[in-house]
């Protein structure tokens, strides 16, 4: 029986070399499940025609290793069990797809041992899921053949595995890489999904009809368009008889919904796509696409496209109001494209004095204007290569010239604008003729006025002597009489009426020497002598001068002397000047009993400002700018009560601006005044502590 055994097996195994080379070879035609069964089947005839079952594992193991090359050459791997469930044979292939079972897997292997390998090795808990519960499944109820059981290796790459039972109690596994089937699947999963988020949320609704014009899909949009309830439409329904349903959310329709319907379907005959656009009573201006596929079905889509017919109809709208607008606008305006007019107004043909609209239409629109003016305005006049929209030009000043000969001032500005699929420039041109004559009749009495400012200021420079001779001798002989140096004059009145003679002689001095010095600067007769001062020194020398009227006032003088003696270059006259200004100005508007205070104070930026501040009665805040203008008094109650000419803060400031420094003043009204005196950082030489 054992040589009977090994012919029959012999044979047979020669007869399953050949076939399953030939099942190998189809494989590209035949799905591997078939491959799967037919060996199943070959091999369990061969065990069916085995009479010695004795022999079995011994003639089973000789037939594989004959059959081993073919197997080896399988794309799929083969395990091998036998009714005990010991692994008996392995082909290559299964090593090369789980290459983390090579060496591991042995030959006389229970499954179970084979089964918690992979347990012990794979991370996807599905996985470990699925193989679990197959195993469990196969072992307490086999089963002839089953399914497919997928698992993720480590690897990432994905193995069915796939058993089929013997007739002896054996079992075959065949192992299979469907990484690239899972990866296939899983991007036709997402297509398809992705497909259905796109149908389902497509600004247009859509409907689609078989062949037999039978409502078969449909989208939400359709729905949200129409307002169609989920009653109203439903899978399976007949398209004419929703058209007829649908016949009253139209409005203004002049057929029945009987020829309504029909002629929708008959639209469907067409050989080409049709379109067609209606109003719906909800307000809705929706536009319908109708066509027939090639394989019978049909397809609907309804676009709302109330925004657009109504943006269409304002552009229409503001459109013809523009165009009237440019019609009756008083300025001249053209619309040229690459420097060829295109377009003019009334008010354009009018300027150029031309004879109608004709004369100017297709003519270059530089020659209006003169020769010297084309190049400034190019921008204008000829159009740039790569011109956008709504690009606006800053307006320039030129000249146009007349059908006359004659030459105008104008201003012109440009935009560019789209006429139809292309930029074209709009320009805007103004006679601005009056306006230059009115400047330049201003420019003219402007310098006119500045020239006798100048005169006068140079006037009163010049009367300096003549001015102070006489006043000096006035004063000098009112003192003479006033000391009685000759002689006891007769009567005390005259003593008393030289008093007021030299007192008045004083202050109209005063008065002209500050006359005389503000139009000196004006003028631009002063020169800055300047040297090394001692700002602590100066202020100390004008607090002695000041000291008298201080005295006579009643208040308190205060002075803060820097640790450091701060030292810069300016004129010591024009210094002095100031500080005894702002001294007087303070002493004269403080009540008795106040206070003045002097502070000296370095900036961060390395300039100097000397302080003087009052508790004084202050002034409001818009009679500031007042009090800094020459010869004008603040208001004349004041002036009554406050001897004065108001030039002492405006002569300090001008002194200040002669040495590139500043004068400020903030004020409160009733609450005191500071003066900021302030010296630029090339002027300090030593800095204040």
């Known amino acids: 029986m054992g040589i009977l055994f090994r012919y029959r097996v012999l044979i047979l195994a020669l007869l399953g070399c050949t076939l399953v080379t030939l ?17 199943g089947v070959f091999l369990g005839i061969i065990v069916f025609l085995t009479i010695d079952r004795s022999s079995f594992y011994s003639g089973s193991k000789q037939f594989l290793e004959v059959l081993a090359p073919t197997l080896n050459s399988l794309n799929e791997g083969i395990l091998v069990f036998d009714n005990k469930d010991h692994l008996t044979y392995i082909n290559d292939t299964f090593y090369k797809l789980s290459p983390m079972m090579s060496g591991l897997i042995k030959v006389g292997m229970t499954r179970e ?11 996807d808990e599905d996985s470990l899921r699925r193989l679990q519960e197959n195993y469990a499944a196969s072992k307490n109820n086999p089963i002839d053949r089953n399914e497919g059981t997928v698992v993720k290796l480590p690897t990432g790459r994905f193995m069915s595995y796939t058993q089929k039972k013997t007739p002896s109690g054996g079992l075959f596994l065949f192992i299979r890489d469907i990484t690239e089937d899972v990866a296939k699947r899983e991007t036709l999963q997402f297509q398809s999904e992705l497909l259905d988020i796109v ?15 039978n409502i078969i899909s449909w989208n939400r949009s359709l729905q949200d368009i129409t307002g169609l309830q989920n009653d109203e439409i439903y899978k399976g329904k007949p398209y004419h008889l929703h058209l007829l349903e649908a016949f009253d959310r139209f409005s203004e329709s002049a057929s029945t919904p009987e020829e309504f319907a029909d002629s929708v379907l008959a639209a469907f005959e067409s050989k080409f796509p049709t379109r067609a656009e209606r109003v719906l009573k909800n307000g809705k201006i929706v536009e319908i696409y109708r066509a027939t596929l090639d394989d019978g079905r049909k397809i609907c889509t309804i676009t709302d496209v109330t925004l657009q017919r109504t943006t269409d109809k304002i552009l229409k709208d503001s459109e013809k109001r523009y165009r009237e607008m440019v019609e009756h606008s008083p300025e ?3 619309v040229h494209k690459n420097s060829i007019v295109i377009y003019a107004n009334d008010a354009a043909v009018k300027l150029l004095e031309a004879k109608d609209l004709h004369d100017v239409i297709g003519t270059k629109i530089d020659r209006y204007f003169a020769h010297e003016d084309l190049e400034k305005l190019q921008h204008h ?14 307006a320039e000043t030129g000249r146009i010239i007349l059908n006359s000969g004659d030459l105008v001032d104008v201003e012109v500005d440009s935009t560019s604008l789209l006429y139809g699929k292309k930029p074209v420039l709009q320009v805007i041109v103004r006679n601005i003729s009056a306006q230059k004559k009115t400047q330049e009749l201003l420019k003219q009495a402007k310098e006119e006025a500045e020239y006798a400012a100048q005169l006068k200021s140079t006037f009163l420079a010049n009367m300096s002597h003549e ?12 003192e003479i009489i006033r000391g009685q140096i000759f002689g006891k004059i007769g009567s005390p009145k005259y003593v008393e009426y030289a008093d007021d003679i030299h007192a008045s002689g004083l202050h109209l001095l005063d008065l002209i020497n500050d006359i005389l010095d503000l139009s000196k600067v004006d003028a631009g007769g002063m020169d800055l002598l300047e040297e090394k001062i001692d700002v602590s020194e100066i202020i100390k020398v004008c607090m002695r001068i000041a000291e008298p009227q201080r005295a006579k006032s009643g208040v308190y003088l205060e002075f803060e002397e820097p640790d450091t003696h701060p030292k810069i270059h300016a004129d010591k006259k024009m210094l002095k000047q100031v500080l005894l200004n702002l001294l007087s100005n303070a002493f004269k508007f403080t009540p008795q009993e106040g206070k003045v205070s002097i502070n000296v104070k370095s900036g961060t930026d390395g300039s100097l400002t000397i302080t003087v501040s009052d ?14 203008t020459a010869f004008v008094q603040i208001d004349g109650e004041l002036g009554r009560k406050y001897q004065g000419t108001g030039l002492g803060l405006p002569l300090s400031k001008r002194l200040m601006e002669l040495h590139g420094g500043t004068l400020d003043l903030k004020s409160s009204f009733g609450n005191g005044t500071t003066v900021y005196l302030s010296f630029p950082a090339e002027r300090v030489l030593t800095k204040a502590a």
Do not use: M, W
């Not at 149908?199 to 014009?213: A, S």
């Not at 001015?467 to 009112?478: D, E, H, K, M, Y």
């Open 199 to 213: 149908y389902e949320n497509l600004p247009l609704g859509i409907c689609i009809l078989d062949k037999e014009n």
């Open 381 to 394: 006049l000829y159009q740039d290569e790569d011109l956008d929209t709504d690009t606006d030009y800053p």
């Open 615 to 628: 508790e004084g009665i202050g002034i409001k805040k818009n009679d500031i700018e007042k009090a800094l």
């Open 332 to 334: 001249a305006i053209f």
């Open 113 to 123: 041992e084979v089964v918690n390998l992979y347990v012990s090795r794979i991370e």
């Open 23 to 39: 099942l190998v070879v189809a494989s590209d035609f035949i799905a591997s499940s078939v491959i799967y069964l037919v060996l």
């Open 467 to 478: 001015l102070r001779t006489p006043l000096n001798a006035v004063i000098g002989f009112s």
